[in-house]
């Protein structure tokens, strides 16, 4: 399920079992219930929550950290998209100091390619629009 964003085969699995718990999980839990190293289970839910794929919560009385999916695509997306103009701006800067105008151009090509795409990834979440007048 993951392969497409280039996360590894543990976090994809990790997702699928939090999309199937009603409530949070632990990394006991995770690691218990999937047989997975607990180091994994705490990479691969690190991974989801940077992607803004899942979100933590802190057990009351306790230090543990729970762990459920985000269910909202939008969010997931904004999540990818907030990460790509990161890179975005890294490969603009880069653009501006490389020596060779043939790399310059070929960067800003590679960046414009990518503004592009962000402006489109918004409206992949979007609810379709509803026809009226027919």
Known sequence: MMVAWSLPRTTGRV????????????????ATDLEVAKSGASVATRQLVSFGMARTHRQRGSKRLGFDAIYDLKGVIAARELQTRVFLEGLREGAQVASSPVVRRKMANMTQSLDSFIARLGSLAAPPQRRTGT
């Open 15 to 30: 997702y699928g079992y939090l999309l199937l718990r009603p409530d949070p999980a632990t990394l006991d839990e995770i």
